[in-house]
Nanobody
Framework: QVQVVESGGGLVQAGGSLRLSCAAS????????MGWFRQAPGKAREFVAA????????YYADSVKGRFTISRNNAKNTLYLQMISLKPEDTAVYYC??????????????WGPGTQVTVSS
């Protein structure tokens, strides 16, 4: 199992950008496809983006396509999410987790603390 800590969130105006990081522990990070998820107040956690273990073939939720870019650095055991053109509806706590590649489901039941992203209008 991969243990993670997310960071990089903050308060930003609509149209702004942020870069989130997910630092993973353990030598198995590079073995897993990884993804980002988010949970807005009062809503269920939802899939945002994911990519393969090698960093290729990313896929995205329709709501973020063209604005968010997922990437990873296996040498640093770190997953990233570059977010541009942020909208108030992107406000949520963002989490990372391993995924089964091609799915929108998290692989593990345990989650990191998440990082809060707040977009003001």
């Amino acid at each position: 199992q991969v243990q993670v800590v997310e960071s990089g969130g903050g308060l930003v105006q609509a149209g702004g950008s942020l870069r989130l990081s997910c630092a993973a522990s353990g030598r198995t990070f590079s073995s897993y496809p990884m993804g980002w998820f988010r949970q807005a107040p009062g809503k269920a956690r939802e899939f945002v983006a994911a990519l393969s273990w090698s960093g290729g073939s990313p896929y995205y939720a329709d709501s973020v396509k063209g604005r968010f870019t997922i990437s990873r650095n296996n040498a640093k055991n770190t997953l990233y999410l570059q977010m541009i053109s942020l909208k108030p509806e992107d406000t949520a706590v963002y989490y990372c987790n391993a995924v089964e590649y091609g799915s929108t489901w998290a692989l593990f039941n345990s989650w990191g603390p998440g990082t809060q992203v707040t977009v003001s209008s």
